[in-house]
């Protein structure tokens, strides 16, 4: 199955999409992971990017669809995927037309201020990717998988949140209406507890009970 999660900062598709790709045997693509183990590795491409992610804008089309086309080439695509973060404009979802058809687009739906609070408290594990809660954390610092300390996303912080929301529904809301043309949109309530969220996404698939 070749899928989209959409959905806006915060909506949960990084914590969906791990539990989705471990249950149908596909990998996760997340252009934000992507962009930012190129920060951390000081490429060309994610010192470009930097300065884009850490203001809240998007980093150029142009950038992430040749980063996402030669992802799709690896092997490991051939029996399925599920793009997170991508696309993230009319344009891009054009150009990705071109080289990979897409079976379902999964919409995390979730409102402004429930996305503001998820963000602002979101803490995440450098080594492993583990994503928390401080709600959910009892005052505990350190990754529960693998012991690393936990720390804040740059642009997690108050000001940036309010940037990527603005720049979520001028740039990448549109493409509801690009996929819902296209009889491919499943619409998730995304404000549910995880599990009936991730309940939900495999009933839309057709893979739930
Ligand atoms: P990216 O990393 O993709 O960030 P994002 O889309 O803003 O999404 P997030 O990772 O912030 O949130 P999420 O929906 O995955 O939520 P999560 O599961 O973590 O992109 C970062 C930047 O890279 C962009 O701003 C842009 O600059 C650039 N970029 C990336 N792709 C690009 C593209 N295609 N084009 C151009 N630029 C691009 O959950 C959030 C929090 O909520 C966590 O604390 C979690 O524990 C909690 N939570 C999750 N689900 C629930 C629930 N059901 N109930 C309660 N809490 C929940």
Redesign the pocket.
């Known amino acids: 199955m070749n899928l989209i999660?959409l959905?806006?900062?915060?909506?949960?598709?990084?914590?969906?999409?791990v539990r989705v790709c471990e249950r149908l045997g596909i990998p996760q693509i997340?252009?934000?992971?992507i962009?930012?183990s190129a920060i951390r590795n000081q490429t060309p491409t994610g010192l470009a990017?930097k300065s884009?992610?850490d203001k809240?804008?998007?980093?150029?089309?142009s950038?992430?669809i040749d980063i996402?086309r030669e992802r799709l080439a690896h092997a490991d695509c051939a029996g399925g995927f599920l793009l997170?973060?991508?696309?993230?404009?009319v344009a891009?979802a054009q150009a990705l037309k071109g080289f990979a058809s897409i079976d379902a687009v999964i919409d995390?739906d979730v409102s402004d201020e429930t996305l503001v609070a998820?963000?602002s408290?979101?803490?995440?594990c450098p080594a492993c990717g583990g994503?928390?809660?401080v709600s959910?954390l009892a005052g505990a610092t350190t990754c529960e998988k693998c012991g690393q300390t936990l720390v804040q996303?740059d642009?997690?912080k108050a000001e940036t949140v309010l940037s990527?929301l603005a720049?979520?529904h001028a740039q990448t809301e549109p493409l509801i209406g690009f996929y819902t043309q296209r009889g491919l949109i499943r619409k998730i309530d995304?404000?549910?507890?995880?599990d009936?969220?991730f309940a939900a996404i495999l009933r839309a698939l057709g893979e739930g009970k």
């Not at 959905?7 to 999409?17: F, N, S």
């Not at 809240?56 to 089309?61: A, T």
């Not at 995304?190 to 995880?194: C, D, E, H, I, S």
């Open positions: 999660f959905g806006p900062p915060g909506a949960g598709k990084g914590t969906q999409a997340s252009t934000g992971d962009l930012r990017a884009y992610i809240g804008e998007l980093v150029p089309d950038v992430m996402v997170d973060g991508f696309p993230r404009t891009q995390i998820r963000l408290g979101r803490r995440v994503t928390y809660h959910r996303r642009d997690d990527r720049v979520y995304g404000a549910q507890p995880v009936d969220c």
